[in-house]
């Protein structure tokens, strides 16, 4: 029989060549809690690479360090380039009512449902917690706009329209 047909150590080297997560050619702004986030990830996934290491010597231990050590490279690279962007709004400056990065912003649909978001960083990100990206359709629609406002909201599925009836900061 043939070498070329034996796979002797494909299961030795499998997972070693895994590819970079994707950093996003944007500005990195994020909130401070989007920054203590990315923080508290990196210690995280320090824990777990000390954790493992232990064990490097198992294929799949090897395996989830090598995966351990791609995102401990990305979010570092996330905190290297993070822009901690303040609210616009303090107790002391409550000239600005229009929406930025950081607003909290509450909304009312067409049909009269309201629905209230937080525009924050790409990595804080989180629709089930209604934190939009401040570079998604939804905050692009919304940032720069004031209370009173009504913004159409670009969707693939359908422009919906939206009332902006109160923000804070």
Do not use: C
């Not at 493992?52 to 791609?70: F, G, T, V």
């Amino acid at each position: 029989m043939s070498r070329g047909f034996v796979k002797e150590d494909d299961l030795e080297h499998a997972g070693t060549d895994l590819p970079e997560r994707q950093l996003s050619t944007q500005p990195n702004y994020v909130t401070a809690n989007g920054y203590a986030q990315l923080q508290q990830l990196a210690e995280s996934l320090e824990q777990a690479r000390l954790a493992l290491s232990a064990n490097k010597d198992e294929p799949a231990a090897q395996q989830k360090l090598l995966m351990i050590n791609r995102d401990l490279r990305y979010v570092a690279a996330r905190l290297e380039n993070a822009q901690v962007i303040k609210p616009a709004v303090t107790k002391f400056d409550l000239a600005v009512q229009q929406v930025l990065f950081g607003a909290t912003v509450l909304v009312e649909d067409e049909e009269g449902a309201r629905h209230t978001y937080e525009i924050v960083g790409e990595d804080e990100a989180d629709i089930h917690a209604n934190k939009v990206s401040w570079i998604s359709p939804l905050a692009k629609a919304l940032i720069g706009h004031k209370v009173g406002d009504s913004v159409t909201w670009l969707r693939p599925a359908g422009n919906i329209v939206l009332e902006i009836i109160a923000l804070h900061y």
